[in-house]
């Protein structure tokens, strides 16, 4: 019950009270006269009746008070609300009726926002399904378009970078520079080299070293670990035929210890390696040039601490000289072994043999580390009248002697190899800055390799990586070399030779084709 309708209610029952005491009085009045007996009980009652009169009067003074603070406390009330919701506040009573009705109007234009609110709602999320939609078509259809144009600029890509390839090679058959691809062996350990290393394209290769900035290389290929044996044959061909033709040529496998050198030359198992590929090139060759009577010859020679060894010899510990012909400009090794190879099996033998007498050993590194350098001498004798020779050289590995926790023996070994190494390095830069004095004598390596190392030669450097993270600064420094070396220019001019070459090899056909009409005529 609000305060208004309580003193209401308490006005109402004194009003009652005073009602019944004014008849109560006059019923007095009545007894009074029929009752003098009474009187003094009634004279008592009477006081009672006074001072309880006198206490409803206390009453009503104080009901009224409240009253009156409560009318104060309205009107109060009445100015802090607004007049829209409250307007009668300062009326005696405030019926919930009529605020309820001041309220109404508010009420129904707010019900009416809300429901032309939740209308543009539903407009737009209609509307931003059908953009969403529409947008969803749209972007599908430039994706189409941009899948499409991105397989065109990669098919585009591809054919320039072949032809940039083919165009790049064909400078360097002119200008006669070194060939300089790069192989990277798979982790043995079955480890991801993608952070470390990383290709792009069929050429580049990216070291990412953990503290400094990224390294590009270029070669003429790169050889990721994933790549079979296989794929680096068709890269081998013109070089393992320049045979053919009667060039000196070399193929060399480079890198640290442990990288995967052997593995290129030689194959797993002794197959499938850059030499076996030569030599059946070789037979190839033979039966198209069935008339010529050729025949391959292998010799296989190890530098093994600055001595030169014949493994094909009956003494493969014997120490070889080097000599010079003056005249044909060519270096051999006085006293090596060339064997004929009859088919491809008996080559295969051949080759296993020569093997068994390399010098490898453990290292913390590689558990069959080639201590020497091993070179194939693989020639083409016969009626074509081309003395061609190529050498496959299976370089001992590059190692830092810390790294390799190498001691005495496997130290002497290292330090001749890193120094024979370092002469390669030597005249790779005497040739790539064309210097007039090219250092081929200051080891035995680089001295035997000279006729392919020289204006009449031609050569392929394959460099060796591993992908392992602590390998990472030899892998850098191995592909620098490498990069540098791809600058290097053999022959001034190649058209020279070629022609000489191409008549030499005319003249012998005539020659044949001479013999068989006399044979004929006869
Ligand atoms: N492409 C490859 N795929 C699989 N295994 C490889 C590959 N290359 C090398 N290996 C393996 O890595 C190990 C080291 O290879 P390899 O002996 O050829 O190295 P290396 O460079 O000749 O070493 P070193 O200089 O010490 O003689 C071998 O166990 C070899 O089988």
């Not at 009416?112 to 939609?133: G, P, Q, Y």
């Not at 290129?264 to 008339?291: C, H, M, R, S, Y």
């Not at 004929?340 to 020569?354: C, K, P, T, W």
């Not at 035997?448 to 992908?467: D, E, F, N, Q």
Request: hydrophobic share 35%; with cysteine; aromatic share 8%.
């Amino acid at each position: 019950m609000n305060p208004c309708d309580r003193f209401a209610t308490s006005v109402h029952q004194l009003e009652n009270l005073l009602s019944n005491w004014s008849t109560y009085i006059e019923d007095f009045s009545l007894k009074d006269i029929q009752n003098n007996d009474n009187h003094l009980y009634l004279k008592q009652e009477n006081d009672y009746l006074k001072e309880k009169l006198a206490s409803l009067q206390r009453s009503l003074d104080f009901q009224k008070e409240e009253f009156e603070s409560l009318l104060d406390y309205s009107e109060k009330l009445e100015r802090l609300l607004p007049k829209k919701v409250l307007p009668n506040l300062s009326s005696d009573s405030i019926p919930m009726e009529s605020i309820q009705n001041a309220h109404r109007p508010l009420l129904l234009q707010h019900k009416d926002m809300i429901k032309s609110w939740k209308e543009e709602l539903k407009v737009l999320r209609n509307n931003f399904a059908t953009s969403v939609e529409s947008m969803y078509v749209y972007l599908f259809h430039q994706l189409g378009g941009l899948v499409e144009t991105f397989h065109c600029h990669q098919i585009q890509w591809m054919k320039h970078s072949q032809e940039n390839r083919r165009l790049h090679r064909y400078i360097q058959e002119w200008k006669g520079n070194i060939r300089v691809v790069a192989r990277i062996r798979p982790s043995l350990l079955g480890k991801d080299c993608t952070p470390l290393l990383d290709f792009i394209g069929d050429d580049m290769i990216t070291c990412r070293p953990f503290n400094s900035n990224p390294l590009s290389f270029t070669f003429d290929q790169v050889f990721p670990p994933h790549l079979p044996q296989d794929s680096l044959y068709e890269e081998l061909q013109p070089i393992i035929a320049s045979i053919w033709d009667g060039f000196h040529s070399c193929i060399m496998a480079y890198g640290p210890t442990g990288s995967g050198k052997t593995f290129t030359v030689f194959g797993p198992d002794g197959k499938g390696g850059v030499v076996q590929l030569a030599i059946q090139t070789l037979f190839d060759l033979v039966l198209e040039n069935n008339e010529l009577n050729l025949v391959p010859t292998i010799s296989m020679l190890e530098i093994y601490n600055e001595t030169v060894r014949d493994l094909l010899s009956e003494d493969p510990l014997a120490n070889l000289e080097v000599h010079e012909d003056t005249t044909t400009g060519d270096v051999f090794a006085k006293g090596a072994v060339e064997m004929e190879m009859s088919h491809y099996s008996d080559a295969l033998r051949i080759i296993q043999s020569g093997l068994d007498f390399r010098t490898t050993s453990a290292t913390l590194l590689n558990i069959s580390s080639s201590r020497s350098h091993l070179l194939c001498i693989l020639k083409l004798r016969g009626d074509h009248g081309n003395t061609g020779s190529l050498y496959i050289a299976d370089l001992a590995g590059s190692e830092r002697v810390t790294h390799s926790h190498t001691q005495s023996e496997r130290l002497d070994e290292t330090k001749h190899i890193n120094r024979s190494l370092s002469s390669l390095a030597d005249v790779f830069s005497a040739l790539r800055n064309q210097q007039p004095h090219i250092p081929y004598r200051n080891s035995r390596l680089t001295f035997l390799l000279r006729p392919a190392l020289s204006k009449t030669g031609k050569a392929m450097l394959i460099v060796h990586v591993s992908p392992e993270e602590e390998e990472l600064s030899e892998t850098i420094q191995t592909l620098r070399l490498g990069q540098r070396a791809r600058d290097i220019e053999l022959r001034p001019s190649k058209g020279q030779d070629s022609s000489n070459i191409l008549l030499r090899r005319q003249i012998s056909l005539l020659r044949q084709q001479l013999a068989d009409e006399r044979n004929k005529s006869k």
